[in-house]
């Protein structure tokens, strides 16, 4: 089992940048993939970005590629979302998850442990 605590969200003008992580606790954070969710006020939550075990595999929605990047430090048990060129339809919670399969799902219903939550709120 993983607890995951995200921090770094925040408000920020349109374009700019805030880069969000994610602290996993227990000594498997190396066996998960990752990935990073959002949810904006009565919408879906939508799959952002989601990388592989070692970080070797990345994979992003085609609304936020080119601007944002995914990474982990295994060694600090933390994964990362560097967003670049915020636009205000970015606004959202932002959640991280982990997957024990390891696949690089696009799907919410692969990741089985969920953080509670960062608040993003890009200004126009």
Do not use: H
């Not at 993983?2 to 921090?7: I, K, N, R, W």
């Not at 992580?21 to 009565?42: D, L, V």
């Not at 939508?46 to 992003?60: C, L, Q």
């Not at 080119?66 to 600090?76: E, H, K, W």
């Amino acid at each position: 089992q993983v607890q995951l605590v995200e921090s770094g969200g925040g408000l920020v003008q349109a374009g700019g940048s805030l880069r969000l992580s994610c602290a996993a606790s227990g000594r498997t954070f190396s066996s998960y993939a990752m990935g990073w969710f959002r949810q904006a006020p009565g919408k879906e939550r939508e799959f952002v970005a989601t990388i592989s075990r070692s970080g070797g595999g990345t994979s992003y929605a085609d609304s936020v590629k080119g601007r944002f990047t995914i990474s982990r430090d295994n060694a600090v048990n933390t994964v990362y979302l560097q967003m670049n060129s915020l636009k205000p339809e970015d606004t959202a919670v932002y959640y991280c998850a982990a997957d024990p399969r390891g696949y690089l799902r696009r799907g919410i219903s692969g990741y089985d442990y969920w953080g509670q939550g960062t608040q993003v709120t890009v200004s126009s």
